[in-house]
């Protein structure tokens, strides 16, 4: 018998890589040559000022909010205080209901936020997905209240909360804030660049309903819209002041503006007060902006690249 030999075919050869393509490099910055070009100054120049317009009179404030009152507005103006104490903001917490004011802003605007965020989501969903009769002319109209300043209706809205029964506080301090024509702009915007048809489709074929695809499929993808529109919201229901004086009487259910107010009116001007609850009313703004920054930014970013 002969032995038989097994041959395996031979691989074929690799096709070898063509050269790699050719990529430009930038030209290299001669030696000796500054990145500081007059321009670039100027810019920084600019930066530089209004980073101490903005900056300043925070630090001003934080630092006058340990000083006496008779330290507040000495010459020269000093941001560190000589004598620094704590007097001023145990003076606001023993003589003033700055809890109760506090409070009432924080839960007024919590509420309003998440209220204000949800509505508008879901308005915004309706008129970038759906069609209907008269969505041009609703459009239209809920785009046109943005040229409406809030003096003007600020009176008729007084007057149908009181007739209707529904003036207390803190269903009051909401209403304003419950559906923004911006916000439901905005939504309706970034869910038109970001949310494609086919997703809402695949989602129907799987038996969602509109509501559940709402909940499901589209608020996750409009989790950086949501947290810029949230931060934005916050800011206008916290800082509100016209409504709140409209509304509120009593001085235990004012919000932070109102009883800031009222320490800045009363005899002498008690700067000694108002400065320690500007620097306490502030934080909740600089927690929520902590918060939700990463949101904020890539909310405000989108649409500006395409992708």
Same mark, same amino acid.
């Given at each position: 018998?002969?032995?038989? +030999? #097994?041959?395996?075919?031979?691989?074929? =050869?690799? !096709?070898?890589? *063509?050269? $790699?393509?050719? &990529?430009? @490099?930038?030209?290299?910055?001669?030696?000796?040559?500054?990145?500081?070009?007059?321009?670039?100054?100027?810019?920084?120049?600019?930066?530089?000022?209004?980073?101490?317009?903005?900056?300043?009179?925070?630090?001003?404030?934080?630092?006058?909010?340990?000083?006496?009152?008779?330290?507040?507005?000495?010459?020269?103006?000093?941001?560190?205080?000589?004598?620094?104490?704590?007097?001023?903001?145990?003076?606001?917490?023993?003589?003033?209901?700055?809890?109760?004011?506090?409070?009432?802003?924080?839960?007024?605007?919590?509420?309003? +936020? #998440?209220?204000?965020?949800?509505?508008? =989501?879901? !308005?915004?969903? *309706?008129? $970038?997905?759906? &069609?209907? @009769?008269?969505?041009?002319?609703?459009?239209?109209?809920?785009?046109?209240?943005?040229?409406?300043?809030?003096?003007?209706?600020?009176?008729?809205?007084?007057?149908?909360?009181?007739?209707?029964?529904?003036?207390?506080?803190?269903?009051?301090?909401?209403?304003?804030?419950?559906?923004?024509?911006?916000?439901?702009?905005?939504?309706?915007?970034?869910?038109?660049?970001?949310?494609?048809?086919?997703?809402?489709?695949?989602?129907?074929?799987?038996?969602?309903?509109?509501?559940?695809?709402?909940?499901?499929?589209?608020?996750?993808?409009?989790?950086?819209?949501?947290?810029?529109?949230?931060?934005?919201?916050?800011?206008?229901?916290?800082?509100?002041?016209?409504?709140?004086?409209?509304?509120?009487?009593?001085?235990?259910?004012?919000?932070?503006?109102?009883?800031?107010?009222?320490?800045?009116?009363?005899?002498?001007?008690?700067?000694?007060?108002?400065?320690?609850?500007?620097?306490?009313?502030?934080?909740?703004?600089?927690?929520?902006?902590?918060?939700?920054?990463?949101?904020?930014?890539?909310?405000?970013?989108?649409?500006?690249?395409?992708?």
């Amino acid at each position: 018998m002969s032995a038989t +030999t #097994v041959t395996t075919p031979a691989r074929p =050869a690799r !096709a070898t890589s *063509g050269p $790699a393509p050719h &990529r430009p @490099r930038r030209p290299r910055r001669p030696e000796g040559t500054s990145l500081l070009t007059p321009r670039r100054v100027a810019l920084y120049c600019l930066l530089v000022v209004l980073l101490a317009v903005f900056v300043l009179p925070l630090l001003f404030a934080l630092s006058g909010s340990f000083k006496p009152r008779a330290d507040i507005f000495g010459e020269p103006l000093r941001l560190i205080p000589t004598t620094a104490t704590l007097e001023n903001y145990a003076n606001l917490l023993s003589s003033q209901p700055f809890w109760s004011w506090f409070g009432m802003s924080v839960g007024v605007a919590t509420v309003a +936020t #998440v209220v204000s965020v949800f509505v508008c =989501a879901l !308005a915004g969903f *309706g008129f $970038a997905k759906y &069609r209907f @009769r008269g969505k041009q002319a609703l459009f239209t109209v809920m785009f046109s209240s943005l040229a409406v300043p809030f003096a003007v209706i600020l009176v008729p809205l007084f007057v149908l909360l009181v007739k209707t029964g529904l003036g207390t506080p803190w269903f009051a301090l909401i209403v304003p804030w419950v559906a923004p024509a911006f916000g439901i702009f905005m939504m309706q915007q970034y869910i038109v660049q970001s949310v494609p048809d086919e997703i809402l489709e695949a989602a129907r074929i799987d038996g969602c309903s509109e509501f559940r695809i709402f909940l499901r499929v589209v608020l996750p993808l409009l989790r950086p819209s949501l947290g810029a529109l949230a931060v934005w919201s916050f800011l206008q229901s916290y800082n509100s002041f016209l409504w709140p004086l409209v509304m509120v009487s009593d001085v235990q259910q004012y919000t932070l503006p109102l009883g800031l107010n009222i320490l800045y009116a009363s005899e002498n001007k008690a700067f000694d007060l108002v400065l320690p609850g500007a620097v306490l009313a502030s934080v909740p703004m600089i927690i929520v902006f902590l918060l939700l920054r990463k949101q904020l930014l890539e909310g405000l970013s989108a649409g500006a690249v395409k992708g």
